[in-house]
């Protein structure tokens, strides 16, 4: 389950980085589907695959 505070973060590096949602999903290799579902808040429930792919790509640019 996806927590508010970590789609926030996503959301805010992402940002950050001037990137889109597209180029977000091209390099966590996460479709763009899902990825515009999570930031428009649309779904908190991913499968851990993608919840760790996520998780890598945001802590890699910490």
Same mark, same amino acid.
């Given at each position: 389950?996806?927590?508010?505070?970590?789609?926030?973060?996503?959301? +805010?590096?992402?940002?950050?980085?001037?990137?889109?949602?597209?180029?977000?999903?091209?390099? &966590? =290799?996460?479709? +763009?589907?899902?990825?515009y579902n999570i930031?428009s808040g649309r779904?908190?429930?991913?499968? &851990? =695959?993608?919840?760790?792919?996520?998780?890598?790509?945001?802590?890699?640019?910490?």
């Amino acid at each position: 389950m996806l927590t508010k505070d970590f789609v926030k973060a996503l959301g +805010r590096k992402r940002g950050e980085m001037n990137i889109t949602a597209a180029e977000l999903a091209r390099q &966590t =290799e996460v479709s +763009r589907y899902t990825i515009y579902n999570i930031l428009s808040g649309r779904s908190d429930m991913v499968r &851990t =695959e993608t919840l760790s792919k996520l998780n890598e790509w945001l802590y890699q640019r910490v």
